[in-house]
């Protein structure tokens, strides 16, 4: 089993609509989860980051946490052609074998316009 | 300057030559990383530093051989590289190796072996 399992997508939303990305992780002891960005070429950039079950939210953007179903996903509303990337869900290790942050395989987005 | 730096930003490399890539943190995190990405493809975890131990190295290819002289500063040497290790190589950093607080990466280098 993959320690974090993203959808690979490419996910297609017209322009204006909600975005839902989603995201499962195998270490129940995990503590911190992140969303970040990526345009083609271009390096990650953190854009969300959750620790509490429940929704965060941070303007377009909410994170939602689910550490009972090991479940954390990313809203996006409001889409605009200029989200379309891929966005990697990336999860602590819970301090056991897994001692570092484990990267998703990235879902990719597309809005279009 | 502040955040990870990464020079240089694109490199082109002949399979005989040796080069190195550079990383810079100032964001005083205490551990480092370099990544490979392919085309395409997910980020693939090459090195872990923490106080300028190397921690982990996960089955690199001794043709890629990593330097961390002090805890802001991280190398990866490069020498007899093949053409499949063309990709984006990233430099990351954190607070600590258990990534409460996230990654930061630099900018990356666009690496072409010729």
């Known amino acids: 089993q993959k320690e974090v399992e993203q959808n690979s997508g490419p996910l297609s939303v017209p322009e204006g609509a909600i975005a839902s990305l989603n995201c499962t992780y195998s270490?129940?002891?995990?503590?911190?989860f992140f969303w970040y960005r990526q345009y083609s070429g271009k390096s990650p950039e953190l854009i969300m980051f959750?620790?509490?079950?429940g929704d965060k939210e941070d303007g377009r953007f909410t994170a939602q946490l689910n550490k009972a179903s090991q479940y954390v996903s990313l809203l996006i509303r409001d889409s605009q052609p200029s989200d379309s990337a891929t966005y990697l869900c990336a999860v602590n290790g819970g301090g056991g074998a897994t001692n570092k942050l484990i990267f998703g395989t990235g879902t990719l987005l597309a809005v279009q316009p | 300057e502040t955040g990870v730096t990464q020079t240089p930003r694109h490199l082109v490399m002949g399979m005989t030559n040796k080069k190195s890539l550079k990383c810079e943190q100032h964001?005083?995190?205490?551990?480092m990383y370099w990544y490979k990405q392919s085309a395409k493809k997910p980020l693939e975890l090459m090195f872990v530093?923490?106080?300028?131990?190397?921690?982990e190295n996960n089955s690199v290819p001794s043709r890629f051989s990593p330097e961390c002289p002090n805890s802001s500063h991280l190398f990866l040497h490069l020498h007899t590289l093949q053409p499949e290790d063309s990709a984006l190589y990233l430099c990351a950093s954190s607070q600590e190796l258990q990534g409460l607080y996230g990654y930061t990466f630099g900018s990356g280098t666009r690496l072409t072996v010729v």
């Open positions: 959750i620790y509490s079950n």
């Open positions: 270490d129940r002891g995990s503590q911190s």
């Open positions: 530093y923490s106080l300028e131990e190397r921690v």
């Open positions: 964001l005083g995190h205490n551990a």
